[in-house]
């Protein structure tokens, strides 16, 4: 059964702020991380995740999931909620940041971030933007140059994004770079992911709550949009989605995720056009690379950036997350934002 709720009403029961973490964002009295934010990652397993560098002190996290190819959320380039919706160029107009910095936007090694000085491994060259209304999309790809005049080479290791929803109760992390206040080390945090994901009409699943409860989750960790949170896929490390939207309510944050596994085509159709290549990163093929020859050739139904039957005032589960429609819930925002 589709369990929904109408945004109005939603408004008025939980009293909810949404808070975007973006760089200096202000965070509300909730649980957060004080000290050690998470594990140091000495071993530089997540060197994919970086972190986008530009102007004075502005940044927000990335992932590569190619060489040359970032993929994190739409409002760190300047886009925000007022201007949605928005898709591609449209919202490249948009961006404020991306426009006064666009010909000095870099991105910077994730494992030295503000310690010793930026170390600049690639320039971003061009981005794709998708951004819709507060449970719809979030999301941004772009294309990098890794040997710009100013890039020092540094070994980085792209991650594949997610082709399936994991299943209610996965095993997740969460990876990180750039808290002032945590030496901008990058980090990583395990999750749980114990709710179901959701989306709106004509969006489905496009997200996932996470509660920063300092038992099935650690206390949040703010000023790091875009950061990955990664789950296992066929024995590898793929990506599922990405902080930087949340709700503060009593002493908790919830982040809400931005899901990645319905986005696949627009990504893959992106890439072939900045570079001309055909495949992507793939963490269940034997060759490490997977070609789509159209829509059905992707595990998780495709979804584009504004369908016409899009209704943004009511929230539903999505039909493709397995053990989401029987799951009970114990936490008391988590029931009114899905009742039947």
């Not at 939207?245 to 986005?263: H, I, K, N, T």
């Not at 159209?294 to 504004?306: G, L, M, T």
């Not at 397995?322 to 009742?339: C, P, T, Y």
Request: glycine share 8%; proline share 5%.
């Amino acid at each position: 059964m589709v369990r929904i709720l109408k945004l109005q009403y939603l408004l008025i029961i939980i009293f909810f702020f949404t808070f975007i973490n973006e760089t200096n964002s202000r965070p509300p009295p909730v649980l957060k991380c004080n000290g050690d934010c998470g594990v140091i990652d000495e071993s530089s397993k997540y060197s994919a995740v970086a972190r986008l560098c530009y102007g004075w002190g502005n940044g927000s996290d990335v992932t590569f999931i190619e060489d040359d190819i970032i993929i994190t959320q739409a409002h760190i380039f300047g886009n925000i909620n007022r201007i949605a919706p928005c898709c591609g160029g449209d919202c490249a107009k948009k961006a404020e940041d991306w426009k006064k910095f666009k010909k000095n936007m870099f991105v910077c090694d994730g494992a030295d971030y503000g310690r010793k000085g930026e170390t600049i491994i690639g320039k971003v060259i061009d981005i794709e933007l998708r951004m819709t209304e507060i449970f719809g999309y979030d999301i941004a790809i772009a294309h990098i140059d890794r040997n710009c005049p100013q890039c020092v080479d540094i070994d980085i290791k792209p991650l594949p994004l997610a082709n399936n929803f994991p299943k209610l109760g996965a095993d997740a992390v969460h990876v990180h770079v750039g808290d002032p206040r945590d030496k901008n080390i990058r980090r990583y945090s395990p999750h749980k992911l114990i709710y179901p994901i959701i989306g709106a009409p004509g969006l489905e699943c496009t997200m996932q709550y996470v509660k920063h409860d300092g038992i099935d989750n650690p206390p949040m960790v703010f000023n790091v949009s875009g950061s990955p949170v990664m789950i296992d896929e066929c024995g590898n490390t793929a990506v599922h989605g990405f902080h930087g939207r949340g709700e503060g309510d009593d002493d908790f944050m919830y982040e809400r995720l931005q899901l990645v596994q319905a986005q696949k085509e627009w990504v893959y159709k992106q890439i072939k056009a900045w570079t001309g290549r055909d495949k992507l990163l793939d963490a269940c093929s034997d060759s490490g690379y997977r070609t789509f020859t159209d829509s059905a050739s992707f595990d998780a139904k495709q979804a584009s950036c504004i369908p016409e039957n899009s209704d943004e005032e009511l929230l539903v589960r999505c039909s493709e997350h397995e053990g989401a429609d029987s799951f009970q819930f114990n936490d008391r925002i988590i029931k009114e934002l899905l009742q039947e």
